[in-house]
């Protein structure tokens, strides 16, 4: 099934090449190419099968002899009701979140076991989502945005899960532990975005994922490339938003490049302008922004939402509408270092 050529795929101009992506992974290809420079896409490629499983090592890029393959998204569009509702993505992965069980007893950072309330709900080998934004498994049973962490249980004894690794931050009583399905070692590059749906590129739950210049042109989307919640040792290179209506409006620009809820992330070179942040990290710990590219936006980069460790070495931001760079007061031990003026 996994073989060591390219799937290549001829985009139709005209239409929507979603259904053929969609089909060329489920047949079981993880190297796909496209042979076209212009592929709109009108139905969501949802990077997971029907079960839920993730195509961890896929490659998507443009075939050789493309320089890079524009996607209009304008056919995926917005919610009608919720146009900020990023659920309405032309490439995405949400990753299998479903609900378990809680925690019984606060884990402090350096820990690595947690106690839950039902420990039938996981199996050796499970990745579970830590939301310590959710203290209500009652009302809301799932993660909420906001800070967590994503660990992968090793063993169970009693009410106690062994984690693969230490939680970083400090996780109270009662924080909702759900289960997930990360998505792992994805190559996506080279894609151009254009036209108007919620976002362009957007992953959860992604570990040791490079995403490489992914740029926008005519772009009235809410958020070009979200690498959102849970995700970990993600590369981010030179990818640039452009743009047209800048603001935290739910139809305008808000977001160029955004990275939230990472672990040890690093964007390089990347970043945008005329839109309301053009580079951002939320909630996110030890997670670097290198150079990144910031200009004419509401805010040009920042620091958000209590993350730790978290910031800017030598981002190039200036000629901002309101802040060129901002650290949010809840964040711990977060940076804005060297400053330098935008350039083209």
């Given amino acids: 099934m996994y073989t060591d050529a390219p799937y290549v795929i001829t985009p ?26 212009s592929c709109p896409i009108g139905t969501r490629v949802d990077l997971n099968d029907a079960s839920g499983q993730p195509y961890d090592g896929l490659i998507l890029e443009p075939a050789p002899g493309v320089g890079k393959v524009t996607i209009d998204s304008t056919g995926i569009g917005r919610n009608p009701e919720e146009p900020t509702d990023p659920s309405y993505a032309a490439i995405d992965y949400q990753g299998w979140v479903r609900p378990a069980s809680f925690m019984t007893a606060e884990a402090a950072v350096g820990a690595n076991m947690i106690n839950v309330d039902d420990i039938t709900q996981y199996a050796n080998g499970q990745w579970i989502i830590i939301s310590s934004a959710n203290t209500d498994f009652s009302s809301m049973p799932l993660p909420t945005d906001g ?4 660990r992968q249980i090793i063993a169970r004894r009693g009410s106690t899960l062994t984690l693969d690794r230490v939680l970083k931050r400090v996780a109270p009583t009662g924080s909702v532990v759900a289960t997930c399905r ?19 590129l957007h992953l959860h739950y992604a570990q040791h994922c490079t995403i490489e210049r992914i740029t926008s042109s005519n772009w009235s989307g809410r958020c070009m490339l979200l690498i959102d919640n849970g995700g970990a040792f993600n590369t981010v290179v030179d990818s640039y938003c452009t743009g047209i209506e800048p603001g935290i409006g739910p139809t305008q620009n808000t977001w160029g490049v955004v990275v939230e809820g990472q672990d040890s992330t690093r ?6 302008e005329f839109c309301g942040e053009g580079m951002g990290i939320n909630y ?20 958000h939402t209590s993350s730790i460790r978290s910031g800017f070495l030598r981002p190039r931001a200036s000629r901002a509408d309101i802040l060129n760079t901002v650290i949010t007061p809840e964040c711990v031990d977060c940076y804005m270092v060297d400053v330098q003026p935008w350039t083209a």
């Fill in 267 to 272: 964007i390089i070179n990347s970043g945008g």
């Fill in 12 to 37: 139709d101009p005209e239409s929507d090449n979603g259904p053929a992506i969609i089909d060329a992974l489920a047949s079981g290809y993880r190297w796909i190419q496209i042979n076209g420079s």
């Fill in 182 to 200: 990360p998505i792992q070692n994805v190559f996506i590059r080279d894609l151009e975005f254009t036209g108007n749906s919620a976002i362009g």
């Fill in 147 to 150: 800070p967590m962490e994503v």
């Fill in 284 to 303: 996110s710990i030890d997670t670097i922004s290198i150079d990144a590219r910031a200009s004419r936006n509401t805010v040009n980069v920042g620091v």
